[in-house]
């Protein structure tokens, strides 16, 4: 267990290393592998989102006020979602998203980041 928590710290902490670096960038997206958020991942069985993904990272991603963060992994979650403070998440999973790829236009986001959650209790819609 200790060693599964040190690995999901040392991603985040990749991650802050590597948002660092692209600071002064007009458009800023953050790629991973585990979800940022747990929106994303509602459709999976809950017990599995610890394997899934990582609070850390979307931390990371409201620190460095990215625009957009793309993840992957959760193959039976939603498409949105997005962090405490605001980041937008895509789980961009093939079966997620049922395409070979999805375009997202960040034009109209640029210097408008999203609304932060009301409501941090997630409900699945029909």
Known sequence: MKAFVAHGRASAERLTDALATIAHADVRIALTHYAPTDETLVG???EIWPFLGNYLLGEAMDRAEVHLALHGHA???RERGVTPKGTRVRNVAQPVIRAACAVYDLTAHLHARAEPPQNTQTVPTP
Request: aromatic share 0%; charged share 15%.
């Open 44 to 46: 999976e069985p809950p």
């Open 75 to 77: 193959h039976a979650g």
